[in-house]
């Protein structure tokens, strides 16, 4: 088992037809012989802070580089940009997307910055390349216009808001939102090319044809095709065990919507919590406090917190990095406190340093519920 990785090796016909297997990330100890040959395994932790490694067969990985290719119309002319970490399925499946459409692929080096992104996408001619929501935040903060030879920007790893969205097509930037996960080789569903062209809403997403899908009596998504992980690498007792998936189909913690061949995330069924018996919908709450700060304060910089109360099972606490300007924060939670009643009302706000995310942007609520709870504690 490797762990090497880098953009040429993942290129190349020798890396995808050979049996080697490697793990991205910093993963010590002895490996199972019980993994599957010619695998990849790279570490999550989700929102609930728990790590694991989620194995993927390169085949499965091709399968559905190929699905996206054909969605995306990427051809040999084509040229993608990887501007995500190759440690992430999100990034790793960009190289296997040129590998597999014979087309070119350049890499991004160095810390993230937009000025200098925009500058090199533009440079490089960029046909395709795959962002989270807060590198769109930063080209549209900007003002940067996106280069003319950009046919796609597919957006993961996070909601794009209808806003964000909207005017990062007005500058140039042809996003497209999409859905997915590690366990299924990234994406399962994505918006078509042929969108760009109309106002932005981040629904609907096509299914891609590789999927078979169903919901729950719970409403959350189920996902059965051949591009769905092997099984996972967990420590138990100190050794490191590979752990085969079970049944041909694999239960999502998301809730979405199905019509078709066509998906509506609607949020994780872990971001319900009880108030007085009812359930409320954090992913909803930060949704509609977003909409009313009408962008005064990002999606990036904000979350909200269900903080445990003897009385009410649940009071929401609403939660900012300490960089946001002080009078937008009070000004939108004023607004937001006086148009919401009942259950959705925050008890207070707190302003912390920088809120826990992953190195794509995704918000660690595990890590944010410590954080939290440590300064309430505090405070008492």
């Known amino acids: 088992m490797e762990n090497r990785m880098d953009l040429d090796l993942i290129t190349s016909a020798e890396f995808w037809v050979g049996g080697a297997c490697f793990l991205t990330g ?16 790279f570490r999550t932790s989700g929102s609930t802070g728990r790590q694991k490694w989620v194995i993927l067969e390169k085949r499965a990985l091709l399968l559905s580089a190929k699905s996206v290719n054909d969605l995306l119309e990427v051809g040999t002319e084509s040229k993608w940009g990887l501007a995500l970490p190759l440690n992430h399925v999100g990034g790793f499946v960009v190289a296997a997307r040129a590998y597999l459409a014979g087309c070119g692929v350049a890499k991004f080096e160095g810390k993230w910055d937009a000025d ?10 960029i046909t395709h390349v795959s962002m989270v929501p ?46 997915g996960m590690t366990e299924a080789c990234s994406q399962v569903a994505t918006q078509e090319i042929g969108q760009v062209d109309r106002c932005y809403a981040e629904c609907p997403l096509k299914i891609l044809p590789i999927w078979e899908t169903e919901i729950t009596d719970e409403g959350r998504l189920k996902l059965k095709g051949p591009a769905l992980f092997s099984g996972t690498l967990e420590e138990r007792d100190g050794v490191w065990v590979f752990v085969n998936r079970e049944g041909e189909w694999f239960e999502t913690r998301d809730r979405v919507e199905l019509v078709g061949d066509v998906l509506k995330p609607i949020g994780r069924a872990d971001s319900l919590v009880k108030i007085m018996g009812e359930l409320v919908d954090l992913e909803a709450v930060e949704k509609r406090f977003l909409a009313i700060s ?14 445990e109360n ?23 939670f004023d607004r937001y406190q006086k ?7 925050f008890k207070k706000f707190l302003r912390v340093d920088r809120l826990p995310r992953s190195e794509l942007g995704k918000l ?10 440590t300064i309430l ?3 008492q």
Do not use: N
Request: aromatic content about 6%.
């Open 116 to 125: 200098r992104f925009a500058d090199w996408a533009f440079a490089e001619r």
């Open 364 to 373: 660690r609520r595990g890590e944010l519920g410590k954080l939290v709870e």
């Open 294 to 307: 009408a962008g005064r304060i990002p999606e990036s910089g904000f979350a909200v917190f269900p903080s």
């Open 134 to 179: 807060t590198q769109v935040h930063d080209l549209v903060k900007q003002g940067l216009q996106g280069p003319a030879d950009l046919k796609a920007v597919v957006v993961g790893g996070g909601r794009l808001s209808d806003e964000l969205g909207r005017k990062a097509r007005d500058a140039g930037w042809p996003v497209l939102a999409s859905y």
């Open 26 to 41: 910093d993963h010590t100890g002895d490996m199972p012989v019980s993994c599957p040959v010619g695998s990849i395994g």
């Open 339 to 345: 148009l919401t009643g009942g259950l959705e009302r």
């Open 377 to 379: 504690r505090e405070e």
């Open 310 to 332: 003897s009385r009410r099972e649940h009071v929401l606490v609403a939660v900012f990095e300490e960089g946001l300007e002080r009078e937008s924060v009070e000004d939108c």
